[in-house]
């Protein structure tokens, strides 16, 4: 098989992947809580659980999506009672977010989930190296498209 003949199998195998999360994430599920979440709900609590505190513009440069979309997102996770909208002492036109009580469970079993998620997976991939892991990784971030 030729470079390009691999290659272009390695790229229809990417599209594959993308298809399927893309499906699974079009599915809301639950995360610990009554409430339920899209999967890109559940990354934005991730997210902000991560970085205890944050605001719109950290998600949007995190995400690269837009203010508006982020802004969306803020409210929809708000009314839902997952996050705090605070606003910051310093720069009144700055928001500050921050996992309410029922965001913080989502983000705990949301954590959860990938861990045992990702060992599931690891397992299936024993036979790979870190090195390969690490190689896989590089060459995945020079295929990422460019947006705007």
């Given amino acids: 098989m030729t470079r390009e003949e691999v290659f272009s199998e390695l790229m229809e195998s990417l599209y594959e992947i ?12 639950k995360y610990g809580t009554e409430d339920e979440l ?3 709900e ?3 609590i ?3 659980g991560n ?8 998600l949007t440069e995190l995400t690269k999506k837009t203010k508006g979309a982020i802004s969306q997102m803020v409210d929809k996770l708000s009314k839902k009672g997952m996050i705090i909208k605070n606003k910051n002492p310093k720069d009144n036109r700055e928001v500050i977010l921050e996992l309410s009580e029922k965001g913080k469970i989502v983000y705990e079993y949301h954590k959860k989930l990938d861990s045992v998620e990702y060992e599931k997976l690891l397992t299936k991939l024993d036979d790979f190296s870190d090195e390969d ?3 896989f990784k590089k060459l995945t971030s020079l295929l990422e498209p460019e947006v705007g």
Wanted: charged letters at 20%; aromatic letters at 10%; a positive charge.
């Fill in 46 to 48: 991730n997210l902000i």
């Fill in 42 to 44: 559940a990354h934005t």
């Fill in 51 to 58: 970085k205890i505190q944050t605001t719109s513009t950290e």
């Fill in 18 to 29: 993308s298809r399927k999360i893309a499906s699974y994430e079009s599915v809301p599920r």
């Fill in 133 to 135: 892991f690490l190689m």
């Fill in 38 to 40: 899209y999967m890109v």
